[in-house]
């Protein structure tokens, strides 16, 4: 890790259950709660830990922060270390998916499995674009218009006709939101690229991907489970991106599969 890292930051948490450790990771402009809709589901047979990233959700950003990815990986691992975990389920969404699959390629005794929700192992041209269009559209055009762009980004079209409620949410959120943690990892994500190291994974390891997602193509998920070993991919069809959201049902279906393999496989394997 870069000498010049930021000292990790203590992570604001929810944790609920019991029984074999799941982390969540959130992404970028996100928080914990972005996993409410999955929690019920996986907290009835896991401990399930979601944390606010630093600068996102309850969490401070430090001053001297750059929200880089050594930055987010060690206060995740810092988090872990103070939870006594030596290793988890490891879940990411989004620019989670990205933090959780760089955890999971420096650390790999630290990771039980890895699940990649909407994640890619690169920061493409695509997801540059979107995130250069959210600053642009804040800047010049003001919180309604951001978050009018956020839903049409985010969200399958008739999902959100039939949660309209998550519009006016997001338009009065966004009004009081500080994005200054959000545009610098969103900055830090553009040179992500770790498509030179994931055939190196060795845990069991899951895509779950949205046929018509606006952020993240689901391409990605394809390029990933053939170049991971043994990796599994599912793809939600009528889905944007905010599958936590969207489909909770499938995605804790898809998670607790994963991990009960993981569990399985290690307990067979022995210590």
């Known amino acids: 890790m870069a000498s010049n890292v930021a000292p990790p930051v203590e992570l604001s948490f929810r944790e609920e259950g019991a029984g074999a450790p799941i982390l969540l990771l959130h ?17 009835a047979a896991f401990r399930v830990i979601a944390p606010d990233l630093r600068g ?8 001297g922060s750059s929200e ?11 988090l872990l270390d103070r939870l006594n975990l030596p290793a988890v389920h ?18 790999p005794e630290r990771s039980r499995s890895l699940t990649l929700v909407s994640g890619a192992a690169y920061c493409d ?3 540059k674009a979107v995130m250069e269009r959210w600053w642009t559209t804040y800047d010049q055009d003001g919180p309604d218009a951001f978050a009018l762009r956020l839903l049409k980004d985010l969200y399958y079209p008739d999902w959100i006709e039939a949660h309209l409620e998550v519009a006016d949410v997001l338009r009065e959120a966004v009004v009081h939101w500080d994005f200054t ?3 610098a990892w969103g900055q830090a994500l553009t040179a992500f690229d ?3 190291r994931i055939a190196a994974l060795r845990i069991p390891t899951l ?11 689901a391409s990605h998920g394809r390029i990933l489970r053939q170049t991971i070993p043994g990796a599994q991919i599912r793809i939600l069809p009528q889905t944007g991106h905010m599958i936590p959201s969207e489909r909770p049902t499938e995605l804790v279906e898809s998670i607790v599969a994963l991990v009960q393999k993981a569990e399985s496989n290690s307990a067979v394997a022995g210590p």
Do not use: C
């Not at 992404?27 to 907290?43: M, T």
């Not at 880089?68 to 810092?78: C, F, G, I, K, R």
């Open 27 to 43: 992404g970028l402009a996100g928080d914990r709660l972005v996993w409410n809709a999955v929690f019920p589901g996986l907290s």
């Open 68 to 78: 880089t990815m050594d930055e987010l990986e060690a206060d995740v691992l810092a």
């Open 181 to 183: 943690a959000a545009r």
């Open 56 to 63: 996102h959700g309850e969490t401070p950003y430090p001053s």
């Open 207 to 217: 895509m779950v991907q949205a046929m018509d997602d606006g952020v993240v193509d």
């Open 194 to 196: 770790e498509k030179n």
């Open 90 to 107: 490891l879940v990411g969404f989004s620019a989670g998916a990205f933090l959780a699959l760089r955890i999971a390629l420096d650390h």
């Open 125 to 127: 041209a695509h997801q």
